[in-house]
């Protein structure tokens, strides 16, 4: 099912692709955002994978509801977040593309601003704050604050990206649509924490970066999110991840940068497996990752060069299981 206005195609400047699946409660919130006096240079996408609650119905009947605006709704089969994604980029047709998450709310306020720099600036790359949020009722909007931002060149957004100085998440940027298409960057599918593996291609397959403090989104916490809860598939799928950027020879990246992104992720996983219920598969995962780091190069990752070390040398001793329970006991026994 699509609904879209011929005439407004011309003037699209971003498209928002939204993937959904089964967030009917928190759906309404972000469709009760929508005021297309501010969204009229944007063009709505949302990607209906394969939903069984009520999720369908109210996309379907806020399409009917506004038949003449910039707005799809593309019903699939289940495939997951990143093939949902990749749908939508298939079908956007903005200069821009912006992923943003169902359960999730935007800055309103902003979003001319936005339209303004993109028009101005003609970055490749609009890397913005969020914060998170459990009750939409708290928010606030300011109608009135500049969007200020500052040029980063590739190389300085991979090392923030690296010392998680940015959020490492598909909707904490705007991005040219040309950058995914000519470089062929997609989300790998089947795999959680698909952002990971996408966004540092983003950064160095472009020139021209801005950045901004102000907060453009706002992340829903969800106590059942991949993000908030440990799982064997979260577990082996960092690992796959780490292995994904380790062995890319494509795109163009310093090898500190690459080293960085390595380390952070299997330390991420590793640290997984010490979280929740444990049995045989997870430390059969802790095992793999604790080797995986153990014999990885991360020689140009100067600014955890001793962390590394020290933690190297406990694996090999086989001891960083112990020292990592330990701390772990310490930081939840009360003082």
């Known amino acids: 099912m699509k609904n879209n206005r011929t005439e407004g195609k011309k003037s699209i400047t971003a498209s928002i692709v ?23 240079s944007f ?59 169902a359960d999730d709310l935007l800055n309103v306020s902003q979003l001319n601003n936005i339209i303004e720099v993109l028009s101005r600036e003609k970055p490749d790359i609009l890397q913005f704050n969020y914060t998170q949020f459990n009750d939409a009722s708290n928010m606030t ?77 706002y992340y829903r916490q969800r106590s059942g999110s991949i993000m908030r809860t440990p799982n064997i598939k979260s577990m082996r799928d960092l690992l796959i991840v780490a292995s994904m950027i380790e062995h890319d020879k494509q795109t163009n990246i310093l090898q500190s940068d690459k080293q960085g992104l390595v380390e952070m992720v299997l330390s991420t996983a590793i640290n997984r497996t010490f979280e929740g219920a444990q049995n045989s598969e997870v430390k059969r995962i802790r095992k793999q990752g604790e080797k995986m780091y153990l014999f990885s190069d991360f020689e140009n990752v100067k600014y955890r060069r001793r962390k590394i070390i020290i933690k190297k040398v406990l694996i090999k001793l086989t001891v960083y299981d112990f020292v990592k329970r330990v701390k772990l006991f310490v930081g939840r026994t009360p003082a």
């Not at 939204?18 to 009229?40: C, R």
């Open 18 to 40: 939204v993937p959904v699946f089964n967030v009917e409660s928190e759906l309404e919130e972000l469709l009760n955002q929508i005021d297309f006096n501010y969204f009229k």
């Open 141 to 217: 909007m300011d109608y009135y604050s500049q969007l200020k931002y500052t040029h980063l060149s590739s190389q300085e957004f991979a090392s923030k990206l690296v010392k998680q100085e940015f959020g490492n998440f598909a909707w904490a940027h705007i991005v040219k649509r040309t950058i995914y298409i000519d470089n062929n960057i997609r989300f790998p599918e089947g795999v959680d924490f698909e952002d990971i593996a996408t966004t540092y291609r983003l950064c160095c397959n472009s020139e021209s970066i801005i950045y901004t403090d102000m907060v453009l989104y």
């Open 43 to 101: 063009e709505l996408i949302f990607v209906d994978d394969g939903s069984t609650d009520n999720s369908s119905d109210i996309l379907r009947d806020f399409a009917a509801t506004y038949p003449e605006e910039n707005l799809q709704v593309i019903v699939k089969r289940n495939g997951g977040l990143s093939s949902a994604r990749n749908i939508g980029l298939e079908k956007a047709s903005g200069v821009y593309v912006w992923f943003v998450d």
